[in-house]
């Protein structure tokens, strides 16, 4: 089956500085990936919608400068976090979906990275 | 936008129990899947259903798609059963929306 991987899986790093989260599809093309935040016992929260080769779509509430996407290849999309505060803090998820597929509404989720700010 | 209900927020099941999750939303939607977040925080996709019924050993579900809901059906629970199981639907605008989940815990 497709696999997503995120890298790195764990991440604490100091406050002001920034992080980059790697997700890629490993076995498939993907057109479209999409990153996810998760803040301890809720749900997970649509942050963006990142396209190969264009600019990526925030949600609303999102701070775009904050959260860096960018989406190079087919197989690569990356969020950076910026000028990390505890507040980000948090479980980041990526998915992705199969652009040979057909099935348009198909995502296969990453394993999630834990970024913990101090 | 759409609302998606999970019911219920928390369980305790006895191992060897079975259950019923529910999902609820509230507009139609181009697919649903449920998913099942171990103590790790990885997500497990278990099913996609945007209609009918699927078996998949102890794990079934059904979503009457008319009446925008889901049921996940868990037999025989075992203690690695535990975690958080997540419904997520797919709008017609191509975004995934989670409920927020159910918390279960299976107890030797």
């Known amino acids: 089956g497709a696999v997503v991987s995120q890298h790195p899986s764990r991440v604490i790093c100091k406050s002001g500085t920034s992080v980059k989260i790697e997700c890629r599809s490993l076995?498939?093309?993907?057109?479209?990936m999409f990153w996810y935040r998760q803040f301890p016992k809720q749900s997970l929260m649509l942050m963006a919608t990142?396209?190969?080769?264009?600019?990526?779509?925030?949600e609303q509430g999102v701070e775009k400068d904050k959260f860096l996407i960018n989406h190079a290849s087919l197989t690569l999309s990356t969020l950076t976090v910026t000028s990390a505060h505890p507040e980000d803090s948090s479980f980041y998820i990526c998915?992705?979906?199969?652009?040979?597929?057909?099935?348009?509404?198909?995502?296969?989720f990453g394993p999630g990275t834990r970024l913990t700010v101090l | 936008g759409i609302q998606v209900e999970q019911s219920p927020p928390d369980l305790i099941l006895q191992e060897g129990a079975n259950s019923t999750l529910r999902c609820n939303f509230s507009?139609?939607?181009?697919?649903l899947q449920w998913f099942h977040q171990n103590p790790w925080g990885q997500l497990i996709n278990l099913f996609y259903?945007?209609?009918g019924t699927k078996q998949n050993g102890r794990l079934s579900a059904t979503t009457v798609a008319t009446e925008r809901y889901s049921l996940l059906y868990i037999s025989s629970s075992q203690t690695t059963d535990s975690g958080v199981y997540f419904c997520?639907?797919?709008?017609?605008?191509?975004?995934?929306?989670f409920g927020p989940g159910t918390s279960l815990s299976v107890i030797p």
């Open positions: 998915s992705a979906r199969d652009a040979a597929s057909g099935a348009t509404d198909t995502q296969y």
């Open positions: 076995d498939f093309q993907a057109t479209t």
């Open positions: 990142s396209n190969e080769g264009s600019k990526a779509t925030y």
């Open positions: 507009d139609s939607v181009n697919n």
């Open positions: 259903i945007p209609s």
């Open positions: 997520a639907v797919v709008t017609s605008y191509d975004k995934v929306i």
